[in-house]
């Protein structure tokens, strides 16, 4: 609770909820009723007194029951109220009331020690957020991280046309989309546990053992043969994978808060950059190697780009671990979800965004074979990432700058559904240049979702429970990532082009369904037009 003071009569003229609000505090009638106010705006006052309220800063906060919070939504104001003795202070803590004049005041433990030191390091703690070199050279070892992990992931249908043509030639198209739906399935899905770990534990140790096995698992696809083993090296690079990726979306967070858009898509730059850098790298390696030495070559790449993340990645040291915090295993973020609508909300969406997003680098390769353009294949896939490129960076800078996260995806789904309905629907199997526009397009559009996603679940929660969220909302999207790609080809093999167009436009509109609901209930839920969020 931030220091309240109030210095005269109670305004209940507010025409609008403040961009930084603090809390202010009245009693009466056995309630405590918290408004949300401007930082100037005049407080409340009681019998003409003056009244201070403040909570100490030291220490996590107490594990309780959740409080009996009833929202009273006005047109004027937001007001909670709850009864004073559910009102509990934090571990080491008492929180003070006193009728006293305004001025300095400090916050007093139960052995009536000052806080100064607290106040130290928060000062420390905002000070180290976006500023110097620390954050950024973080930033590099993120983009390291993720360019052999998602990077790759986005270049992997070249992975299947080869096995198309060569090793798997017996199967079907829909049978060896599987390998590659597994393998983004269980990236996503083992996300949550590997983002309890992070919060609990740091980076570093995750990233070591996440980061080896998956290095490990190419080396075994290079000695691979028959489509079990081809899916075995996969199931265990999936699995693997987790680590390396959650981590890299994760811990920018910690080290930005006013330009946390940007770092983030800088970060997730490192898919578009790795599918254009794998993408070239595998066509040159088929083409001019045979199959083991060539996997091999590759496997030596992605361990350079792991060693360099797993250097230069570390975590926030003004920002406590779960570890630090609780002797014990504290599973309060997992509650908090699970009543949490945002939280489904943003799921729901970030679903819809994840089954158009690898439709897209599964299906590119097939869809140019499919609508006679199978020889441009490679540079759909490039210019796919170029696209890409643009996406995962200018939208998040003016999310940071204008908009807000929520806004920015709202715009960028509607566009992208535009792209979809009225360039691809309509011109995308007619002509090489009418394919080249939609690839491009569309590369700016999916590719901002992500960055704009892990910024939306980073606004839902703290940083010391970012890896919790952001690790859950993946788990559940998981399932988007397992049956997308299966399913773009099964309705591509059996219905054509445009069955698949409609079934990605059908996505994107339930992904806008659910980030326009989500942009409603973060309202208040009231319909505010021009507002960033």
């Given amino acids: 609770m931030d220091v309240c003071r109030s210095s005269g009569p109670e305004d209940e003229n507010r025409q609008e909820l403040p961009t930084n609000p603090q809390i202010e505090c009245q009693i009466g009638d056995g309630t405590l009723t918290f408004y949300l106010c401007p930082a100037t705006a005049p407080s409340t006052s009681v019998s003409g007194k003056q009244m201070l309220i403040g909570q100490a800063l030291t220490g996590p906060p107490r594990r309780v029951q959740p409080l009996r919070m009833m929202p009273e939504m006005t047109s004027m104001q937001t007001r909670f109220r709850l009864p004073i003795p559910e009102i509990l202070a934090p571990r080491g803590a008492v929180p003070t009331i006193a009728n006293e004049e305004p001025g300095s005041w400090t916050p007093s433990t139960q052995d009536g020690s000052t806080h100064a030191n607290s106040q130290a390091n928060e000062e420390k703690t905002i000070a180290n957020l976006d500023h110097g070199w620390r954050p950024w050279r973080v930033v590099i070892g993120c983009f390291c991280l993720i360019v052999p992990s998602y990077g790759l992931l986005s270049s992997i249908g070249l992975f299947q046309t080869k096995w198309e043509q060569q090793q798997l030639r017996g199967y079907s198209k829909s049978d060896i989309s599987w390998i590659i739906s597994v393998f983004g399935f269980l990236d996503c899905f083992f996300a949550a546990p590997c983002g309890i770990l992070f919060d609990r534990f740091g980076p570093r140790s995750l990233l070591l053992v996440g980061s080896t096995i998956y290095v490990a698992s190419f080396i075994g696809l290079a000695f691979s043969t028959t489509y079990g083993q081809f899916m075995a090296c996969f199931v265990v690079a999936g699995i693997s994978c987790a680590a390396?990726?959650?981590?890299?979306?994760?811990?920018?967070?910690?080290?930005?808060?006013?330009?946390?858009?940007?770092?983030?898509?800088?970060v997730t730059v490192g898919s578009a950059v790795g599918g254009?850098?794998?993408?070239?790298?595998?066509?040159?390696?088929?083409?001019?190697?045979?199959?083991?030495t060539g996997v091999l070559i590759l496997a030596g790449i992605m361990m350079a780009f792991m060693a360099i993340g797993n250097l230069l990645v570390e975590r926030n040291e003004s920002q406590p671990t779960g570890a630090e915090i609780e002797d014990n295993w504290d599973f309060t973020a997992l509650r908090e979800m699970s009543i949490s609508s945002k939280f489904w909300l943003v799921c729901f969406s970030i679903f819809a965004y994840e089954i158009v997003l690898f439709s897209q680098w599964g299906s590119i390769p097939s869809y140019a074979v499919s609508t006679n353009f199978g020889d441009k294949q490679f540079y759909l896939m490039t210019t796919y990432n170029v696209g890409a490129i643009v996406g995962r960076t200018l939208p998040p800078w003016l999310s940071d700058r204008k908009l807000g996260p929520v806004n920015t995806i709202i715009i960028m789904n509607v566009l992208t559904m535009l792209v979809v309905l009225v360039i691809w629907l309509p011109f995308g199997a007619m002509a090489v240049p009418a394919l080249f526009v939609v690839t491009v397009l569309m590369g700016v559009g999916t590719g901002s979702f992500v960055p704009l996603g892990v910024q939306c679940v980073s606004g839902l929660c703290t940083s010391r429970t970012i890896g919790t969220w952001l690790g859950f909302v993946y788990?559940?999207?998981?399932?988007?990532?397992?049956?997308?790609?299966?399913?773009?080809?099964?309705?591509?093999?059996?219905?054509?082009?445009?069955?698949?167009?409609?079934?990605?436009?059908?996505?994107?509109?339930?992904?806008?369904?659910?980030?326009?609901?989500?942009?409603?209930?973060?309202?208040?839920?009231r319909w505010i037009l021009v507002r960033k969020i």
Avoid: D
């Fill in 244 to 266: 390396p990726t959650t981590v890299g979306f994760t811990v920018v967070s910690q080290w930005f808060k006013i330009r946390e858009g940007l770092a983030t898509g800088c």
């Fill in 475 to 525: 788990t559940f999207s998981s399932f988007a990532t397992l049956l997308g790609n299966p399913a773009t080809e099964a309705i591509l093999s059996r219905h054509g082009p445009k069955a698949l167009m409609a079934f990605l436009a059908g996505a994107l509109f339930f992904g806008l369904a659910c980030m326009v609901s989500l942009r409603f209930v973060m309202h208040g839920g």
């Fill in 276 to 292: 254009i850098f794998f993408s070239l790298v595998l066509q040159e390696l088929f083409n001019r190697y045979e199959w083991r």
